[in-house]
Antibody, heavy 121, light 113 residues
């Protein structure tokens, strides 16, 4: 059974750096075709794709956030970490991690429950 | 960037009736090398993460009721619910995973009339 769970601070101050951890089970992120991504959703708004890391450590970022976002993985710990610098109130959102498997770049079949991050002084 | 535009923004349908949601991409999401449309549909209920319904534009995810179907190719896609059930009340999103950055539509809120 594949599961993903996001963890991290619920409240950050403007200009601070956010670090979120996605802890997963049911897969290794070392098998060809595996990937874990981060997607966020401001309250009442649409989904926004942020970043994706592949089994071979290849990474993809949203150009609009690339200067602020870093995605890394720690496969022995079964974790994927998202770091976002210079947080702003507009970054207030539920942050999801999600998993996909396939060499033909499929969509996300499995999602975590999400974690709400509020940016406020 | 590929922009995904859904229509309508909201929709009210009677129980047992058909619901149709459209999604248009600003450029084709059909990959000619494998003839696959990199277009997925998700259902999101309040307080829950998105749930994958349809992938490759028309393939139904395991466990998804067969009243859900997807169609279309290139830039124009449709999600159809053939006979609306009460549990289908949700927001529906289309998603292109053809090019980075991946992108989602703005969502369509489906309600019971």
């Amino acid at each position: 059974q594949i599961t993903l769970k996001e963890s991290g601070p619920t409240l950050v101050k403007p200009t601070q750096t956010l670090t979120l951890t996605c802890t997963f089970s049911g897969f290794s992120l070392t098998t060809s075709g595996e990937g874990v991504g981060w997607i966020r959703q401001p309250p009442g708004k649409a989904l926004e794709w942020l970043a994706l890391i592949y089994w071979d450590d290849d990474k993809r970022y949203s150009p609009s956030l690339k200067s602020r976002v870093t995605i890394t993985k720690d496969t022995p710990k079964k974790q994927v970490v998202l770091t976002m610098t210079n947080m702003n109130p507009v970054d207030t959102a539920t942050y999801y991690c999600a998993y996909r498997l396939g060499l033909d770049d499929p969509p996300f079949h499995h999602w975590g429950q999400g974690t709400l991050v509020t940016v406020s002084s | 960037d590929i922009v995904m535009t859904q229509s309508p923004d909201s929709l009210a349908v009677s129980l047992g009736e058909r619901a149709t949601i459209n999604c248009k991409s600003s450029q084709s999401v059909l990959y000619s090398s494998n003839n696959k449309n990199y277009l997925a549909w998700y259902q999101q209920k309040p307080g829950q993460p998105p749930k994958l319904l349809i992938y490759w534009a028309s393939s139904r995810e395991s466990g998804v009721p067969d009243r859900f179907s997807g169609s279309g190719s290139g830039t124009d896609f449709t999600l159809t619910i053939s006979s609306l059930q009460a549990e289908d009340v949700a927001v529906y999103y289309c998603h292109q995973h053809y090019k980075t950055p991946q992108s989602f539509g703005q969502g369509t809120k489906l309600e019971i009339k």
